[in-house]
């Protein structure tokens, strides 16, 4: 079974300071991608970030990084300079054959 | 940018009732999706539709749920005798390949309450 779990349902981040949100998962799968998923108040889920697998490399988008330790099976994503636009929930998800499993989210909060 | 549409964005409808969520996806993608979220719970794979039939369907798609693509640019999730616990946001979302690396484009969701 494939099983991800974000433990932090809620986080707050003074602006332009850095934030960590947490993720594990648990798979038997070997070839699998882990996505870092944003859902601002629009509702719209927008990706942020993806990491494959067999990279040891961690992934980098502008100010979202990960931390992708993949014995540990954890998958951690980095906001740095956190600006306003990112208060939203950030969903976790992990991708094997064609089908998404998601975290139940952290709802992060950047506060002025 | 290119946008998933559903509509409603908000939907009510009696228990028992029949509804039918609509999704209009890329236009030149070919894996679309449907996605639950109940309030406060995680994301949830529901079906997945490529070629006009269903590739794959969770646990949570039983006969109560069908989808379907009535012309080019709709997909619909149709759920029919709804009860209370199908109250969720529902998302569809659809994708240009079915590669693992490949992210989809999800549309902002419709809350379905059913009350």
């Known amino acids: 079974a494939q099983t991800v779990t974000q433990s932090q349902p809620e986080m707050s981040v003074q602006e332009a300071e850095t934030v960590t949100l947490s993720c594990t998962y648990d798979t038997s799968e070997s070839n699998y991608y882990l996505f870092w998923y944003k859902q601002p108040p629009s509702r719209q889920m927008i990706l942020v970030i993806r990491q494959e697998a067999y990279k040891q490399q961690n992934a980098t988008e502008n100010r979202f990084s990960v931390n992708f330790q993949k014995a540990a099976k954890s998958f951690s994503l980095k906001i740095s300079d956190s600006q306003l636009g990112d208060t939203a929930m950030y969903f976790c998800?992990?991708?094997?054959?064609?089908?998404?499993?998601f975290g139940t989210g952290t709802s992060l909060t950047v506060i002025p | 940018e290119p946008e998933v549409t559903q509509t409603p964005s908000h939907q009510v409808t009696q228990m028992g009732q029949e509804v039918i969520l609509r999704c209009v996806p890329i236009s030149n993608h070919l894996y679309f999706y449907w996605y639950r979220q109940i309030l406060g719970q995680k994301v949830e794979f529901l079906v997945s539709?490529?070629?006009?039939?269903?590739?794959?369907k969770s646990e949570i798609f039983d006969d109560q749920f069908s989808v379907e693509r009535p012309d080019g640019s709709n997909f619909t999730l149709k759920i029919r005798s709804t009860k209370l616990e199908d109250s969720a946001m529902y998302f569809c979302a659809s994708s240009e390949v079915s590669e693992l690396n490949y992210g989809y484009t999800f549309g902002s969701g419709t809350r379905l309450t059913v009350v």
């Open positions: 998800a992990f991708k094997a054959g064609n089908q998404f499993y």
């Open positions: 539709f490529y070629n006009n039939e269903i590739s794959e």
